[in-house]
Antibody
């Protein structure tokens, strides 16, 4: 069965960087986009960007351009999201999610989420 | 960015009730509209994709309709496990955007 397993919770200071991993199993890693979505405490869902694990091509929300980098390592079937210049309002649960189908952007499979806390 | 507006923001209902949630897009998005269910502390779950399609395993009491700018999620007979927050998402434009969420609460 399809599984996405994310790395554990992180506590970071303002200005630092965080890198969250998302290990995929149960499907062909290179066949589906991986999306990253975040959710601040008590708030709604916010799309950050996506990566094509086959080509490495990325598409980032304008809000995060210049601060986020999404990568993939096909040898270990793992996607990564790195966010730089952390601020307190980056405190959120970060989810990776796999597209429903190769040509769809709806997300059928989700990781368990990674809480990133930014605090001095 | 395409703005997605859900209504109501919350609804109080009882088991067995029919519940309808609407989602309006700021411009036409064809049928690139999806619905998610989220329980507290859990990842979202895809309920409906492309406006009206149910992924495998989603109960048939959930249905979706609409195209263009106006969409509806209907739960025909609310079950205890359906008390949750529901989000619509458009993937017609970039970036994909979500509605603000609708919380279905116990009446």
């Amino acid at each position: 069965q399809v599984q996405l397993v994310q790395s554990g919770a992180e506590v970071k200071k303002p200005g630092a960087s965080v890198k969250v991993s998302c290990k995929a199993s149960g499907y062909t890693f290179t066949g589906y986009y991986i999306h990253w979505v975040r959710q601040a405490p008590g708030q709604g869902l916010e799309w950050m960007g996506k990566i094509n694990p086959n080509s490495g091509g990325t598409n980032y929300a304008e809000k995060f351009q210049g601060r986020v980098t999404m990568t993939g390592d096909t040898s270990v079937k793992t996607a990564y999201m790195e966010l730089n210049g952390l601020r307190s309002d980056d405190t959120a649960v970060y989810y990776c999610a796999r597209a429903h189908s190769p040509d769809s952007s709806s997300c059928l499979h989700w990781g368990q989420g990674t809480l990133v806390t930014v605090s001095s | 960015d395409i703005q997605m507006t859900q209504s109501p923001s919350s609804v109080s209902a009882s088991v067995g009730d029919r519940v309808t949630i609407t989602c309006r897009a700021s411009q036409s998005i064809n049928s690139y509209l999806h619905w998610y269910q989220q329980n507290p502390g859990k990842a979202p779950k895809l309920l409906i994709y492309a406006a009206s399609n149910l992924p495998s395993g989603v109960p048939s009491r959930f249905s979706g309709s609409g195209s263009g700018t106006d969409f509806t999620l209907t739960i025909s007979s609310l079950q205890p496990e359906d008390f949750a927050t529901y989000y619509c998402q458009q993937t017609y434009g970039t970036p994909p955007t979500f509605g603000q969420g609708t919380k279905v609460e116990v009446e």
